[in-house]
């Protein structure tokens, strides 16, 4: 993508996507966002499981739909995409071996100096895994979790309840985290008439993303979503790391996780960011714009 200004090698960062792609229609959003952002030095995207609720390979279908995505953007779709964990951590011990999991290992072990960021749009699966598999990556990467009910009770949510001992595993770690909650995460609302407008437009990958989140909308019946909005609620792993928002989280101790997905604290010493907001502006415009731009700079090749 052509742009008028370049991010300085030293600032940039390595970025790993792991993401339930195929669960519904917003972390499409957040891939295309990452892929164009010159800041990030994209390392793959591991597709990650969401449960049995609707199928019984969601795995699989994320890492198809994954590759879709890719394809429908050009050279900058030229990444690695690994297949995850097919399904949830059976207990607190027992990894989920997947070359999801290897690549997290491989890429947080590398000698390259950048600074690793690996996100997570779905449950903790493969980060959780990794880490049973080699424990020496906990303190060489930094994880954003888009996951987890509000501070400071918590409550029932996807992400989490797709792998609780996956969580509990992270956060007894000494590993890095950033949480964006659901009421944070929640917050980034569109309308699909903004979309259409801002979207839309620009490019195959534009016409897809709208067109696959309105067909989403138009098969799911049952109240969600409302009909004219959405959440874009996994954008936020873009923004934060081109801006980590200093003043809008705290530093809490990481708690325990119980099976209906209530918070136990319990400890003070390890903590975790959790963020109580994002600069929703900031996130869509810059993801509006670099879509723009990326459509002008295929129109001109």
Known sequence: MALSFQVPERKRVRLLINSDVKN????????????????????????????????????????????YVLSLIGDVGNVPVYKGAPRALPDEKTPVVSEGAEAIIREALSDDP????????????DLASAYLMEPRIEEKLTVIWIGGGPYPNGNWEFNLNN??????????????????????????RVSLAELERRVKPHGEIGKYLFEQLVRFNDE????????????????PIVS?????????????????????????????????????QVDTRFLLEDMYAKLELFAISQETR
């Open 220 to 235: 799911n019946a049952d109240g969600w979503p409302r009909g004219e909005s959405w959440s874009l609620g996994d954008s």
């Open 114 to 125: 950048q600074r690793l960021f690996i996100v997570f749009l779905g449950p903790l699966t």
């Open 240 to 276: 934060l790391i081109l801006d980590d928002q200093a003043f809008d989280y705290d530093m809490r101790p990481a708690p325990r996780i119980t099976d209906d997905m209530r918070y136990i604290h319990y400890q003070d010493e390890r903590k975790i960011r959790v963020y109580r």
């Open 163 to 188: 792998d609780i001992h996956a969580a509990n595993v992270v956060f007894k770690s000494r590993i890095p985290l950033w949480q964006v909650p659901q009421n944070v995460y929640a917050s980034v």
């Open 24 to 67: 519904e229609a917003d972390d499409q959003y957040a891939i295309v966002h990452a892929l164009l952002t010159p800041m990030f030095i994209n390392k793959g995207i591991i597709a990650a499981h969401f449960g049995t609720w609707r199928t019984t390979e969601s795995m699989e279908e994320s890492y198809a739909e994954a590759k």
